[in-house]
C-alpha cells in the first residue's frame, strides 16, 4: 500500500502559506474530525485539486485515485454534506459539552438542549437545501461570519441529489438522537435528581486530559516549539522537575550544560531544516516543470499534425480568442503583434512575466519566429533581446494560459 507523498504535501502547504495543521492527523473513530476536514477541503478546494493533479509523485496510483473521487460529483456532494453538519452540528455539540468543570452544563440541562436540537432538525428536514442559508447552527450560535460555511455555501450545488442527501442525513441525526436519548427524554425532572446529577459528566474529557493539556499550553505560548511543549508537559507528568530539585548542588552544572546544549543543537537543527525546506520546494518546482513540458510537447505535436482551421476542434475547451491566436500563430501572422510571455526561472523556481514583440520568420526556417523580450522593468528599445521561437511552441503556450497576444 502506497504511503502517499507526505513531504510533497508539506511543500503544497508552505508554497500556499497555509498552516502545517490544516488537515488534523487524527487516527480514530470521530465523525467530527471528519466532518471539520471535509469543511476545510471545501474551502481550500482549487488549491488541494491542483495539487493532486499536478503532484509529481504517483504514489502508486493513490494520487490519480484521490483525484478522481475528489473531483467526481459523488465525491463532491459528499464533502458538502458532511463539511456543512460540522459547522451545523458536531462542531458546535464539541463546543457546548465538552467544556471544562467551571463552564459545562448540567447534565439535565444537556438533555434539554439535545431535545431542542432534535426539534431544530426535523424542522430543517422540511427544507433540507434551507440549511445552505442558515445563519445559526443546531444550537442557536452565530455562524453568520464563518469563512469555512460560507465556502461550502457559496460550492455546494443546489441540486436534487443534494437535497436528498440532506433529506438522509438529517434523518440519521433524528434516528441516533432518538435511540441514544430515549430514555433521557422520558425522565421526570424532580428536585432529588437534580441533586444526584449535579456532579455527573457530560463526556468523557477525562480520559484526554493529556491533550487538554497540551492545547492549553499551546494557546498559552503559540510560538512554542513542540519539543519545548513536550518537555514541559512530560515534567508535569512524570515529576521530572521534582526529581531534578532532589539532586545536589553540584549536579546543578550538568542541566546548566545540557540546557545550553540543547538550544545550541536546536538552532543547528532548525537551519537545516530551512535548508532542506528550500531543496525540496527547488526539487517539486523542478519536477512539476518537467511535467509540464512534457504535456507541451504532447500539445506541439498534436498541433503539427493538424491545420490551423482545425484548433477549435483539436481543442474545444479553448476561448475563442484563443483558438484564434493558435491559428494565427501557426498561420504566420502575427507579425508585429506584441504579447505577453511567462517563462520559468530556474534559479528562482517560479514564473517570471516578459513583455515581447514578433519581429519576423525566420528565412531558412519559416517555423521559426524572431521576438524581442524585455521584462517589465525594462525599455524596449534598449533591453529588449532577440530570441527564437518556434511557432508551435508558442502555440502550446498560449493553449497552456502562459502566452498572450495583443
Known amino acids: 500500500m502506497s504511503e502517499g507523498d507526505p513531504k510533497g504535501f508539506k511543500v503544497f502547504l508552505e508554497d500556499h502559506s497555509l498552516p502545517k495543521g490544516l488537515l488534523p492527523r487524527y487516527r480514530g473513530n470521530r465523525l467530527h474530525i471528519l466532518f471539520h476536514t471535509c469543511g476545510v477541503l471545501v474551502q481550500h478546494y482549487d488549491l488541494i485539486r491542483d495539487f493532486l493533479a499536478t503532484g509529481v ?30 459547522k451545523l452540528l458536531t462542531g458546535p455539540w464539541m463546543t457546548k459539552f465538552y467544556a471544562g ?67 438522509l442525513c438529517l434523518d440519521a441525526v433524528m434516528s441516533v438522537i432518538d435511540r441514544q436519548y430515549k430514555k433521557q427524554f422520558e425522565i421526570v425532572q424532580t428536585d432529588d435528581l437534580q441533586a444526584q446529577t449535579q456532579t ?11 491533550m487538554g493539556m497540551f492545547s492549553a499550553a499551546k494557546e498559552k505560548a503559540p510560538n512554542a516549539t513542540l519539543c519545548y511543549l513536550s518537555s514541559m508537559l512530560r515534567a508535569k507528568k512524570n515529576k521530572c522537575t521534582d526529581y531534578l530539585r532532589a539532586k545536589p548542588t553540584e549536579k546543578n552544572k550538568i542541566v546548566t550544560w545540557a540546557i545550553s546544549f540543547a538550544r545550541k543543537k536546536r538552532n543547528a537543527n532548525r537551519q537545516k531544516h530551512e535548508q532542506l525546506k528550500e531543496e525540496m520546494s527547488r526539487r517539486v518546482a523542478a519536477q512539476k516543470q518537467k511535467k509540464e513540458e512534457k504535456e507541451r510537447r504532447k500539445i506541439e505535436k498534436a498541433l503539427k ?67 524581442a523580450y524585455w521584462s517589465p522593468k525594462e525599455e524596449e528599445e534598449d533591453d529588449a533581446v532577440d530570441y527564437d521561437m518556434g511557432k508551435f511552441q508558442l502555440a502550446a503556450d498560449v493553449i497552456a494560459g502562459e502566452l498572450m497576444l495583443s
Open 101 to 167: 468543570p467551571e463552564k459545562g452544563l448540567h447534565y439535565l440541562a444537556g438533555v434539554d438542549v439535545v431535545r431542542s436540537v432534535h426539534n431544530t432538525i426535523a424542522q430543517s428536514a422540511m427544507d433540507p437545501l434551507s440549511l445552505l442559508d442558515r445563519q445559526t447552527d443546531f444550537f442557536g450560535g452565530d455562524i453568520s461570519k464563518d469563512p469555512v460555511l460560507h465556502s461550502i455555501a457559496a460550492f455546494t450545488p443546489r441540486t436534487d441529489e443534494m437535497r436528498d442527501m440532506l433529506t
Open 305 to 371: 499534425d493538424c491545420a490551423p482551421h482545425q484548433v477549435e476542434q483539436l481543442f474545444p475547451d479553448l476561448e475563442k480568442k484563443e483558438a484564434a491566436d493558435v491559428s494565427d500563430i501557426m498561420s504566420g501572422t502575427i507579425i508585429g503583434r506584441r504579447l505577453c510571455h511567462m517563462w520559468f526561472d530556474e534559479d528562482t523556481n517560479s514564473q517570471k512575466m516578459y513583455y515581447g514583440k514578433v519581429l519576423k520568420t525566420k528565412k531558412k526556417k519559416p517555423d521559426v519566429l524572431v521576438i
Open 57 to 86: 509523485v504517483s504514489c502508486g496510483g493513490l494520487r490519480d485515485s484521490l483525484f478522481h473521487d475528489f473531483t467526481s460529483e459523488t465525491g463532491i456532494l459528499e464533502l458538502c454534506a458532511l463539511g456543512l453538519f460540522g
Open 200 to 210: 455527573a459528566r457530560l463526556h468523557n474529557i477525562d480520559a484526554e486530559e493529556l
